[in-house]
């Protein structure tokens, strides 16, 4: 694909860098397509929601603008599918669309692998399954310990606004799934108390598919979007760089083809603008 190509296919005229400080695209389907590629079942009600089951009805995905909450992604799985969820993820409705996509991607890749993927549970015992496996991508690209909270160790972004806090001891399961009281939080903006945006992880959540989050997190490669549609603090916090406009595009075969049929009194290189400098001198008039 050419440069050309590639600025034509860019979703925004701004880049966003960190991306951590980018906000959500607005649009739910490139986090659905991985899953949907796989012949997930999608419906619809009748405010708006959307809906993906798995085939075997053991992961749940709801797309939620019209919910309860600001919970607009929330993704469940199941070891039975009439029983409680095994584990939930839950992104807000401000979380850039690029970080809930690539937990879609991770989590297509291990349906694809099966049960033993997806319902791996983190284990400390495990050496592929250590649960700060996930915190290793943050930790690589420079985020730090940062002073721990009671109960919480927490990893923050080099400039302070953006962190990773896993929380230690017993927490209610059903906590878990449906407020931010879980084991694992993504967040950015001023406060933890008050995120520009969110993801949460409950406490059995396969640590692959935390590392997707936290991988794309913290990619140095800065997020496209609209000015006019950045979030105030974005402005004030983010470098945001003009993205390239595409080059005009070269003559087509008929812009050719309109050039040849011109007249040649249209086309003549000898034609003289009516008041240039170099116009010809004037012809003597007729003696009276």
């Known amino acids: 694909m050419s440069l050309d190509d590639d600025l034509r296919t860019i979703d925004g005229d701004v880049y966003v860098s960190p991306r951590h400080l980018a906000s959500t695209t607005g649009t739910g389907d490139p986090a659905l397509a991985p899953l949907r590629d ?10 708006g929601n959307a809906y993906l089951n798995a085939p075997d009805r053991k992961v749940r995905l709801g797309y ?30 401000s979380c850039p669309t690029e970080f809930v996509t690539a937990f879609t991607t991770a989590l297509a890749a291990a349906y694809e692998h099966g049960p033993s ?8 015992r495990s050496a592929d399954r250590e649960p700060f496996l996930a915190a290793v991508p943050l930790i690589k690209r420079g985020w730090q310990l940062d002073r721990p909270r009671w109960g919480a160790l927490a990893i923050q972004s080099p ?11 017993h927490l ?14 993504l967040w950015a903006g001023t406060s933890i108390d008050r995120p520009a945006w969110y993801a949460t992880a409950s406490t059995v959540t396969p640590v692959d598919l935390i590392r ?9 490669a800065p997020l496209p979007r609209w000015r006019e549609e950045t979030h105030s603090y974005v402005q004030g916090m983010a470098q945001l760089t003009p993205v390239v406009p595409p080059r005009p595009p070269g003559p087509t075969p008929l812009d050719v083809q309109r050039a040849m049929r011109r007249p040649a009194a249209l086309t003549t290189s000898h034609s003289v603008p009516r008041w240039s400098t ?11």
Do not use: M
């Open 172 to 185: 209610d399961p059903e906590a878990e799934l449906t407020t931010r009281d879980a084991r694992w939080q």
């Open 64 to 93: 939620l603008p019209e919910g309860e909450d600001d919970g607009l992604w929330r993704i469940n799985a199941y070891k039975d599918p009439f029983g409680p969820p095994t584990w939930g993820v839950c992104f807000n409705d």
């Open 159 to 169: 400039d302070g606004l953006a962190g990773l806090e896993f929380t230690t001891g």
């Open 38 to 47: 796989l012949g997930w079942n999608l419906q619809h009600d009748d405010l």
């Open 278 to 288: 170099t116009s010809r001198p004037a012809l003597p008039g007729p003696r009276r």
């Open 212 to 220: 997707a989050i936290t991988e794309c997190v913290s990619d140095p």
């Open 117 to 124: 993927a997806y319902l791996a549970a983190p284990d400390s």
